[in-house]
């Protein structure tokens, strides 16, 4: 068999050539990590992107919120930048109404573009 007629194995990152074991797929750590890197960064993007999210809704609720309860305006959560799409928990009570949580801060939408803030306490586990 001609040596010349096998294709030579190469860095998935790099490129370079490889000598050594013959299931070897990086030249290098740094390349193998930096593969792996490419690889998982849109997940993790996506992943951090929605975190970024929650933080900030957190933030704002907290923000708003500062001695445990109040209701005010829904426009002031639109004007502060709360994303609704993005709330880590749900807690319908048994009149029907539902809280939503970024963590332990949540609201309840009301009648008349009114919301009311409040913090999760242990019966709302």
Known sequence: MDMDAIEKQRCL???TELRGRSDQKFCSDMCRNSYNNKISSEVN???RNINNILRRNRRILLNLNPHGKIKMPLSKLTAAGLDFNYFTNIYTIKSGNTYYFCYEQGYLLLEDDYVTLVIK????K
Not at 121 to 124: F, H, K
């Open 45 to 47: 993007n996506y992943v």
């Open 13 to 15: 990152e790099c490129g």
């Open 121 to 124: 306490q242990e019966y709302m």
